[in-house]
């Protein structure tokens, strides 16, 4: 199953479930299907197609949660950069991976929108849905592709790992444009919870939200 079929048949379970918290914000299940629809539209609208690569430099804000389902609404593919890497190696990382169109500034991602996108229902679950870079300890940062199949099969296994009950929420501290930060976004997607960001980590915050 890829990744938009996924988001929808949680709307479809779970419609006024909240999904998405943050920044003052709160989304239910159907209206983050709805904003990933507008937002799709809004990326065709800049020149992104299906199988494109949508690269966005973002912190932990509710608008890269809702850039990573437009894209997978789309079927492009969302390549998460760091925004605490070099300009040298983000401009690598850029060119590197042959994004269609990169985002830096929440501002540009709240802009996407248009009329609901009919959504890539019919993608195969072996395109790629993300593609993250390694860390570069060894050399220049390594784009990795990974499939709508691997994606969600990292998210069931976080729901497992953690024991995460249906309708539970996870604070989202780890970056997402980390293995473990976007597994935990899937994860609480699969079992019907709320997605709580937190942009840049701290103690009391955290302690807040929680």
Not at 52 to 75: F, S
Request: proline share 4%; glycine share 10%; charged share 20%.
């Amino acid at each position: 199953m890829n990744l938009a079929l996924s988001l929808l048949y949680a709307a479809e379970r779970t419609p006024d479930a909240e999904a998405l918290v943050g920044d003052g914000r709160r989304l239910t299940y159907a209206q983050l299907r709805t904003r990933a629809a507008e937002m799709a539209a809004g990326l065709v609208e800049r020149g992104v197609e299906r199988g494109d690569r949508v690269a966005g430099v973002l912190r932990n804000k509710t608008e890269t949660v809702e850039l990573y389902w437009g894209t997978q609404w789309l079927g492009a593919c969302f390549v998460p950069l760091s925004h605490r890497i070099s300009q040298e190696d983000l401009d690598y990382c850029i060119a590197d991976s042959g994004a269609r169109l990169v985002l830096d500034d929440v501002a540009a991602v709240r802009e996407l929108t248009g009329d609901e996108h009919p959504c890539a229902l019919d993608l195969d679950e072996g395109e790629p849905s993300i593609q993250l870079y390694t860390s570069g300890t060894t050399g220049r940062p390594k784009g990795v592709p990974r499939s709508h199949r691997a994606e969600r099969a990292g998210g069931l296994s976080q729901v497992v790992q953690h024991g995460l009950q249906f309708g539970e929420r996870t604070l989202g501290v780890m970056p997402l444009y980390h293995t473990m930060g976007v597994h935990s976004m899937i994860a609480v997607s699969l079992a019907g919870g709320c997605f709580v960001t937190q942009p840049e980590w701290d103690a009391e915050t955290a302690l807040q939200l929680i």
